[in-house]
């Protein structure tokens, strides 16, 4: 069976795009974990499904090991681009995925999707955890750049509180009022070049320190800028949060759905 | 400019494939290394373009980071399975490469391609070093699977003697019968799943050193099995030199060429 298949990816962050709105497309896991294979397969971060249910435009995704996963934000902006050239999205409206319901719209080129509140920050030793749709463990650190990101990750993604249920793992260093930050992602269980609700909690992480005062944080990732708004509220909550970043299409192709 | 490709891997060893007979495409090294970028382009081992002139079938390939390379005994595999689909080669035949012609055969789905002389096998205290269209230096090791394999390499690429020009650096275990082997490559400057000139350079040198007696030498790669057969002669060099294995279509494509 030869399926046609869009590559996308959102600041160095990849994804196999595939259209399912005929339900045609039943994958079983080795079959995701095939094709995201970067020697094997077609090679990617992360496989996502459009379905359309009831008039609802559904981002079905799943992580490179085949598992069905929480909430992808950059894999969701390369998601709405992917529905506008296949008009089945326009440049303003919503779609549905794992966490809910995801406005987006598009400005200049950027996509912006908004992403679930953050209701909780909780504050573990130096670092602070929250879910922004994934969750993510954020801890400041001197020369992000250089450190040794996979060892340093591993002792907070398999320590006791988050071995069974994982966690991912954000390094942040503000440099020149820039917010520089390396994710370490669960499921990939490696660094990603660029984590949509990675920078999305760690802008959010920077606010509630006091280390950041503006409502709107440019981030910058290891493949590229994101920018990071939201509404702080007097609870310690956290609304109206919009991750805005690039998109790029990379290549169309076909491929044969492996056994 | 849209360009289609093809992307084809032998045990895991994984190249773009593109048709250059018009010779449309004059490539940069930056658009090539752009191209085979696993994040941001469409990700490889290497890309090869199909050109013909004067008649002549002629693979030329070049590295992922964009330089023009030695011999690539995978690449040139998935080459004639390229060849032959585009009705450009029949199931016998020959190409150009840098090294010079390559006959090749197609027998029971794998394809056998005809590697060059090995002349000299140099003996460098308890390693062999040789060319096989591409320098290769074979150490054998104890627990092969199990090694540091980057950091004992880099200790051999990166030498007084190698340093300038680079060397491919090659670990061999010989367990229950079957040469097992991994492989560094300069240019990727890392692991590969599989070199079919490191698996060739590999079997001559078990041969050489008397650790196997057969003149076809079955080796396990990372990401599969290639056979070795050879000749070898009364003045210590080999001739009549073959490597056979599996070639897998995996997608085709269609993408722009980056600026």
């Known amino acids: 069976m030869l399926i046609p298949f869009n590559k996308y990816h959102g ?92 406005p987006f719209k598009m400005v200049d080129g950027l996509v912006s999707l908004k992403m679930g509140d953050v209701s909780a920050i909780e504050t573990i030793n130096d670092a602070v955890y929250m879910d922004t749709g994934s969750p993510h463990y954020v801890t400041m ?13 591993r002792k907070v993604r398999y320590n006791n509180r988050f071995s069974a249920e994982g966690t991912n793992v954000n390094f942040v260093e503000i440099m020149d009022g820039v917010t520089h930050i390396r994710t370490y992602e669960r499921g990939v269980e490696d660094e990603t070049l660029s984590c949509g609700t990675g920078a999305t909690a760690c802008a959010i992480a920077m606010h509630s320190l006091g280390e950041v005062s503006e409502l709107e944080v440019p981030v910058k990732v290891l493949g590229g800028k994101l920018i990071i708004s939201f509404k702080p509220n007097a609870d310690g909550s956290y609304t109206d949060i919009w991750l805005t970043g690039p998109t790029t299409t990379v290549f169309a192709g076909e491929t044969e759905l492996p056994a």
């Open 11 to 102: 600041t160095g962050n990849d994804f196999i795009m595939i259209d399912n709105r005929e339900l045609r497309l039943e994958l079983k896991q080795s079959q995701i974990s095939q094709l995201c294979n970067r020697r094997f397969g077609i090679g990617a971060d992360g496989l996502i499904l459009l379905q359309v249910q009831n008039e609802v435009v559904e981002m079905v995704y799943y992580n490179a090991d085949g598992a069905p996963s929480s909430m992808c934000g950059n894999g969701g902006r390369c998601f709405v681009t992917f529905c506008q050239k296949l008009e089945v999205l326009s440049e303003n409206g919503e779609f549905l995925a794992v966490d809910g319901m995801h």
């Open 141 to 153: 650190v001197e020369d992000v750049l250089e450190i040794d990101l996979i060892n340093d990750a």
